[in-house]
Nanobody, 126 residues
Framework: QVQLVESGGGLVQAGDSLRLSCAAS????????KGWFRQAPGKEREFVAA????????DYADFVEGRFAISRDNAKNTVYLQMNSLKPEDTAVYYC???????????????????WGQGTQVTISS
């Protein structure tokens, strides 16, 4: 099994930045592509960003609009989400997820991910 633990969430003002981290433990050799998803109150979970095992391939949701950057440090078994120019509509619980299959292109669909963290709350005040 792979355990994922997110950190770095909090309450900030619009225009500020946050850096989320997701540390993997356990059988980390089975955690390949990684993704970030979010879920706001009353809304469905949505894709935010994903990164391939090597870190070469990344993918972002349209609403990111160049404000977020996903990266990973495989030596530390950690993936990051740098979020800049935050907006009130970015308020949500952010989840980290990992795929257990070594496919080259990270996926946007949550059903493609096998391991999930507990989430970290991000709140943006206007």
């Amino acid at each position: 099994q792979v355990q994922l633990v997110e950190s770095g969430g909090g309450l900030v003002q619009a225009g500020d930045s946050l850096r989320l981290s997701c540390a993997a433990s356990g059988r980390t050799s089975r955690a390949y592509n990684k993704g970030w998803f979010r879920q706001a109150p009353g809304k469905e979970r949505e894709f935010v960003a994903a990164i391939s095992t090597s870190g070469i391939n990344t993918d972002y949701a349209d609403f990111v609009e160049g404000r977020f950057a996903i990266s990973r440090d495989n030596a530390k078994n950690t993936v990051y989400l740098q979020m800049n120019s935050l907006k009130p509509e970015d308020t949500a619980v952010y989840y980290c997820a990992a795929q257990s299959k070594p496919i080259p292109q990270p996926r946007r669909e949550g059903d493609e991910y096998d391991y999930w963290g507990q989430g970290t709350q991000v709140t943006i005040s206007s």
